[in-house]
């Protein structure tokens, strides 16, 4: 295999630093975090390049600094730093974190359009819409509820413009033809028939790249144009390669294109289509593979600001700790579905799963070995086949870890079925023998386990591995997963 293949780049979308992250943000995050622990564990850290970061120009930003009296760039300061406080406290372990307002992504953007300008993508028009400022974007009079935009509950100001504008049209046939191809694999199906229905439909015209400086005050300026700022797609989009330190940097050369983009369905358009034409005008190829999830509810409602219902990924972290978060985010919802969350079911589950399922299972064990085999248990070849890696390669976690779980139930009848407490107890040798073949089966299949789902309790692995690995077996001190308060 080329040293080419054998990397594998992977980014979360950057999030607007309009407020601290939730967990829908927090859920693409982990799923990223997941996958590119996967893949350090088949390839070494060095092959892996994981991208997150934060997406901090625009008018709405502005207004928010404007709110909070400071000024934008000690604004987005703040909210930027909360994002990588809660990426910490889950423990996701990122390569880059990107500010769309470090020096080196405006510098790289201001290469980018004037590459693009001058090979002659752009042109001049004016632009005439319904701006909504809370959605920083014009919007559609279909969209307007009463009159208002139903995600800010506000009036859209009417605003006619001269713009810059991308000429999408032009890529539209090899942009279709790279998806149906696989070329530009979109993941799950639903999702990829959605965007070559919007391609059929004609549904995409051409794309504005700037505002006037009155429109968005806060951005990256058109290096040709003075009275303009360069928009939020080309500049948010821009940041999967100008992180690799493109044109030249040794990043770009290793990494680019990227193997798996993950995204919610909101922002699918401007992904598989806007930054497939952005990346073939620029003569790059298009990423390997998008993998879009659903949408979060919370009890059936959407999360937002304004009902205060969205739940916040630090408020998991301090009652379960980072890796069970982590687990219980992954397992209860199937990738690219809606999903509803209920506050309730995450104690439901931790409880179940982690506390009487994995975690009784490992002090059952632990405790017969100690007690029967004084800790010895003698085991010559470790297995190295796992469970559920395919799974979690393809982007079903939660089947994944539904896999795991099915060896957990299992063992636990196994240990019920065979009642080691009386094998225990009988002086036949025949017993004894079958005791320690017993024994020997479910510690290794507590390391199958714990090898399995390493890439989402990499901690709590590794404290399984080293417990059953030991010369001398001894059952865990602390629990490893402390039982609820209440
Ligand atoms: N800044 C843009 C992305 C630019 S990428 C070049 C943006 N930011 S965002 O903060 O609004 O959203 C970032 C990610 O969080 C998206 O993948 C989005 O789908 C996800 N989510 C935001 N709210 C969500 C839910 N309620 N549920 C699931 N995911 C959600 O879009």
Redesign the pocket.
Known sequence: MSDKLRKFYI????????DK?????A??TIVADVLARFHRGKLGRDQVFFLTG??EHGAKVAEAATKANLSPQKFTDQVSARFKDTWKNLAIDYNHFIRTTDASHEKIVVEILKKLKDSGHLYDGDYEGLYCVGCERFISESELVDGKCPDHNRVPEKLVEKNWFFNLQKFLPKIKSAIESGGLAIYPQTRKNEVLGLIDKQALPDFSISRSKQAVPWGIDLPWDKDQKTY??VD?????ITALDYPKGKDFEKFWPADVQ??????LK??AVY?PAMLMALDLPSPKKLAI??????DGK??SKSLGN?IDPDDLVKIYGAEATKYLILSQFSFGQE?DIKVEDFSVKYNADLVNGLGNLVNRVTNMVEKYLAGDIDIKNWPSDLVGQEEIGNLRFKEALGLIWQLIQKDNALIDENKPWQLGASESSGDKAKLKKLLQELIMDLYIIAKSFQAFMPMKSQAIVDIVEAKNVQKPTEPLFPRLNN
């Open positions: 980014t979360t979308p950057i999030y607007y630093v309009n992250p939730h967990i829908g943000h859920y693409t934060t997406d939020v797609w948010a989009l821009s940041n999967y993950v995204l919610g369905l909101d922002i401007f992904h930054w999830h659903g949408y979060f509810t919370i959407k999360m969205a999903s």
